[in-house]
T-cell receptor, first 115, second 111 residues
Framework: EPEVTQTPSHQVTQMGQEVILRCVPISNHLYFYWYRQILGQKVEFLVS????????KSEIFDDQFSVERPDGSNFTLKIRSTKLEDSAMYFC?????????????FGPGTRLTVL | GNSVTQMEGPVTLSEEAFLTINCTYTATGYPSLFWYVQYPGEGLQLLLKATKADDKGSNKGFEATYRKETTSFHLEKGSVQVSDSAVYFC??????????FGAGTRLTVKP
């Protein structure tokens, strides 16, 4: 069964550094998402992406965040200057249209630790 | 706006006990409702879903019925196993794009 993959599984970085989290969505999916989960807290929506542009973003997704689909398979989340409070699990998700409309399939997550 | 309220945990049960995790929602329109499960150290996995009122989603012995009159989507399982120990998230969406998650309920099943 196709699945969403994410790399790396764990990223440790120093405060102020830039990080890029990578995702490979399911190949025929058209909508892509990033969510984060601070340890012990709820999963929060960050951004959605369709047709090579951001379609919606939350208040969390400020100017230090950006997303990109650099090629036909990858979907990345960049955090320009990490802060301690960016430490969280980051989940990528994707969905298609048609029969599976509404179901987002999640990757295993990248745990980001900012020191 | 759209939101989900989920019963707080943690929930601790003995093996073969009956499980209910309550979930209620607030939404405009006609959202789809989901339960996701997160096993220790892993990501979110779709457990079941329902796309319209009175639909029942089911998977691996878990069930949830989309009740519009009570705006609820409670998760139930008749006989839990140790392997069901995980965090369970109720979720709603997407009406527009983003999925709204509940706070999660940690379930521990003891042998």
């Amino acid at each position: 069964e196709p699945e969403v993959t994410q790399t790396p599984s764990h990223q440790v970085t120093q405060m102020g550094q830039e990080v890029i989290l990578r995702c490979v969505p399911i190949s025929n999916h058209l909508y892509f998402y990033w969510y984060r989960q601070i340890l012990g807290q709820k999963v929060e929506f960050l951004v959605s992406f369709y047709n090579n542009e951001i379609s919606e973003k939350s208040e969390i997704f400020d100017d230090q965040f950006s997303v990109e689909r650099p090629d036909g398979s990858n979907f990345t989340l960049k955090i320009r200057s990490t802060k301690l409070e960016d430490s969280a699990m980051y989940f990528c998700a994707s969905r298609s249209v048609g029969l599976a409309f509404g179901t987002q399939y999640f990757g295993p997550g990248t745990r980001l630790t900012v020191l | 706006g759209n939101s989900v309220t989920q019963m707080e945990g943690p929930v601790t049960l003995s093996e073969e006990a009956f499980l209910t995790i309550n979930c209620t929602y607030t939404a405009t329109g006609y959202p789809s409702l989901f339960w996701y499960v997160q096993y220790p150290g892993e990501g979110l996995q779709l457990l079941l879903k329902a796309t319209k009122a009175d639909d029942k989603g089911s998977n691996k012995g878990f069930e949830a019925t989309y009740r519009k009159e009570t705006t609820s989507f409670h998760l139930e399982k008749g006989s839990v196993q140790v392997s069901d120990s995980a965090v369970y998230f109720c979720a709603l969406g997407p009406n527009n794009n983003d999925m709204r998650f509940g706070a999660g309920t940690r379930l521990t099943v003891k042998p």
